[in-house]
């Protein structure tokens, strides 16, 4: 058995790995850090790492690029890179020995594949996924990750070795989580967000992929998003839900964008969907068009588009959406996104020229309570 970060990965995780869509982490600015998992050369949290089965030890900071080809289409400073991790030891021995990994995953009961008696391949990295529990006090206390790749493979990190501004946010998810008390899995506390991606924006990079399928590739800019990203709450850095994502459809139709919002607002997937085939025969079913679809595997979400033809007719996802290529996505067969375990939403991109809002450019509630936040922060 290889260790996570040599382990072999499907076409689809291969795919994600070279920048697919870009984690929900943001450009850094005072006064709060933002984080994203990103693919951008930039400063990057590396944890040196050996996992022995107890001693999980160093930290560095360090800049630089991914191992993976993670580029992205707008050349833009300031987005940190996705957290990685090395393996070694030199600092740990003064802890306790770290808890026996779980023999299956605690909210998916899918198998830990984690043999700590393999041998290390020092030279790789692992990304990390989520944190899914926590353990111990300070000093001694770690946390349950799960690591990026497939098979499945969870083990502790003392938070010694996760204690970054990229990583504290979902250290904090997870210890909110836990002094609840509640009886519901973390993912289900928190929600699911889509974040399943080396940069962070798989839902703009699913979002323009659409647009670009309708004609009008340049109708909704990564600006646009950033700019809607900065009025949103900090969760937002650990990912977008639906909630977020009917905001900015609602930001855009306050700037009368040429959409059609009553098929965009709607979720056309009322149940959730327990795998490919069942997404598979639901699809078959809508009239011809662009779908954007938010699928999950293991409390990891993702964001992509259907193609559909017309009933019954074949039906193809576009995904891992970058620029720099000639046409900008993956075009697949629909049934090769065999990862997915389960459907949260579908919504129709429909595009209706001359459009315009009857509300103007009026602001939101959200938004104007978002902009008050940050000037009250900036004044501090």
């Not at 994600?16 to 930039?42: A, E, F, I, K």
């Not at 987005?79 to 991790?85: G, H, M, V």
């Not at 070694?88 to 043999?115: C, F």
């Not at 850095?237 to 905001?247: C, F, H, K, L, S």
């Amino acid at each position: 058995m290889k260790s996570p970060a040599m382990i072999p990965v499907s076409p689809h995780e291969r795919s994600l790995n070279r920048g697919r869509c870009r984690r929900s982490r943001r450009r850094v600015r005072p006064p709060r850090s933002r984080r994203r998992l990103s693919s951008r050369p930039s400063r990057a949290l590396t944890l040196v790492v050996r996992l022995s089965g107890s001693a999980i030890v160093e930290v560095i900071t360090e800049a630089g690029t991914s191992l993976t080809d993670v580029s992205d289409d707008e050349d833009v400073p300031g987005r940190p890179q996705r957290r990685r991790l090395r393996r070694g030891d030199e600092t740990s021995h003064w802890h306790p020995p770290l808890p026996e990994p779980p023999a299956r995953h605690p909210v998916y009961n899918h198998k830990n594949h984690y043999d700590p008696t393999v041998p290390w391949d020092y030279s790789a990295e692992a990304d990390i996924s989520c944190l899914l529990d926590v353990q111990g006090d300070q000093p001694h206390r770690c946390f349950l990750v799960q690591w990026k790749g497939r098979p499945l493979q969870m083990t502790w990190v003392w938070e010694g070795q996760l204690d970054n501004a990229t990583t504290r946010p979902m250290m904090q998810d997870v210890l909110t989580w836990k002094a609840s008390g509640t009886s519901e899995s973390i993912i289900s506390y928190h929600k699911e967000r889509d974040t399943a991606s080396a940069a962070g924006t798989c839902f703009m990079d699913a979002f323009r992929s659409a647009l670009y399928y309708l004609g009008q590739p340049n109708l909704v800019t990564m600006e646009m998003w950033d700019a809607f990203e900065d009025t949103r709450p900090p969760e937002i850095q650990n990912g977008v839900t639906r909630e977020d994502i009917t905001a900015f459809f609602k930001l855009l139709q306050r700037q009368s964008g040429p959409l059609d919002y009553d098929r965009l607002m709607v979720n056309l997937h009322s149940s959730s969907s327990a795998n490919i085939e069942t997404l598979h025969d639901v699809c078959k079913t809508l009239d011809a068009g662009a779908y954007l679809v938010s699928a999950g595997e293991d409390g990891i979400g993702h964001c992509f588009v259907v193609i559909s033809h017309g009933p019954g007719k074949r039906l193809i996802a576009l995904d891992s959406f970058d620029s720099k290529r000639d046409p900008p996505m993956v075009v697949i067969p629909l049934h090769y996104q065999q990862w997915i375990k389960h459907v949260k939403w579908i919504c129709c991109i429909a595009l209706k020229p001359g459009y315009q809002c009857r509300h103007g450019k009026r602001k939101s509630k959200t938004q104007r309570k978002g902009e008050k936040r940050l000037e009250e922060q900036q004044q501090q």
